[in-house]
Antibody, heavy 121, light 107 residues
Framework: EVQLVESGGGLVQPGGSLRLSCSASGFTFSSFAIHWVRQAPGKGLEYVSAISHNGGSTYYIDSVKGRFTISRDNSKNTLYLQMSSLRPEDTAVYYCMREIYYSGSRWFDPWGQGTLVTVSS | DIQLTQSPSFLSASVGDRVTITCRAS??????LAWYQQKPGKAPKLLIYAASTLQRGVPSRFSGSGSGTEFTLTISSLQPEDFATYYC?????????FGPGTRVDIK
C-alpha cells in the first residue's frame, strides 16, 4: 500500500523550532517529488513547500521562506520540514503529499494523515 | 500567484440531488486543475486530476470539466458519504494554490 505518515508535530512557543518528518512506504520514494500543505484550524488548505525527487530543487511560499527548510533522505524514505522562528500563524495541521507527474500534468496522491503544529505561549 | 475562487462557498442538498461546484482561476491554467474531497478530521482525498480525469477508485457519479479559467465539479446523484468540503487546486505553476473550499451539507 502506498502510504505517507507524518510525525513530529506538537506544541512549541513562538520563536521556537520543530522538525516534521514524513515517512514513505509502498513506492520508490526517490522517484517522486514531495510537497507540504498546511491547514489552520477551521480554515482551508495552504500550499507550503516542495522538494524534487533528488533534493536538488526546493520551493517555499514567501511567508515561510528563510524560516522553513525542506529536505529528504532517500536512503531512509523520509522527508523533513525543519521549521524555525515559528509564529502563531504557523499553527496548522501539516500534510505531506506525493506528486505524480505524467504527460505534462501533475497531481498529488496520496496525502499523509497530517501532524498538528501548535505555536503558542 | 494564481488565485482560485469557488462558488458556492456552502450548499445544502439532499440525497439524490445533482450538485455542481465551480472553480475559477485568476489566469488561464489550461487543464491543470485537481479536485479534492475532505471530511472532518481527515486528510483530503484526490477525486479528479487534469480537470476531468477520475482518480482510480472514485465513484463515477463524480465528474469534472473545464479548461482555461473556469472549471466545474459535478456530483450526479449525491450520496450520504459525499457530504464533505471540496477544494480545487491549480497545478499550472508554483505555488500550487487551492480554492477556499465548498462545504456540502445535508438539507
Amino acid at each position: 500500500e502506498v502510504q505517507l505518515v507524518e510525525s513530529g508535530g506538537g506544541l512549541v512557543q513562538p520563536g521556537g523550532s520543530l522538525r516534521l518528518s514524513c515517512s514513505a512506504s509502498g513506492f520508490t520514494f526517490s522517484s517522486f517529488a514531495i510537497h507540504w500543505v498546511r491547514q489552520a484550524p477551521g480554515k482551508g488548505l495552504e500550499y507550503v513547500s516542495a522538494i524534487s525527487h533528488n533534493g536538488g530543487s526546493t520551493y517555499y511560499i514567501d511567508s515561510v521562506k528563510g524560516r522553513f527548510t525542506i529536505s529528504r533522505d532517500n536512503s531512509k524514505n523520509t522527508l523533513y520540514l525543519q521549521m524555525s522562528s515559528l509564529r502563531p500563524e504557523d499553527t496548522a495541521v501539516y500534510y505531506c503529499m506525493r506528486e505524480i507527474y505524467y504527460s505534462g500534468s501533475r497531481w498529488f496522491d496520496p496525502w499523509g494523515q497530517g501532524t498538528l503544529v501548535t505555536v503558542s505561549s | 500567484d494564481i488565485q482560485l475562487t469557488q462558488s458556492p462557498s456552502f450548499l445544502s442538498a439532499s440525497v439524490g440531488d445533482r450538485v455542481t461546484i465551480t472553480c475559477r482561476a485568476s489566469q488561464g491554467i489550461s487543464s491543470y486543475l485537481a479536485w479534492y474531497q475532505q471530511k472532518p478530521g481527515k486528510a483530503p482525498k484526490l477525486l479528479i486530476y487534469a480537470a476531468s480525469t477520475l482518480q482510480r477508485g472514485v465513484p463515477s457519479r463524480f465528474s469534472g470539466s473545464g479548461s482555461g479559467t473556469e472549471f466545474t465539479l459535478t456530483i450526479s446523484s449525491l450520496q450520504p458519504e459525499d457530504f464533505a468540503t471540496y477544494y480545487c487546486q491549480q497545478v499550472n505553476s508554483s505555488p500550487f494554490t487551492f480554492g477556499p473550499g465548498t462545504r456540502v451539507d445535508i438539507k
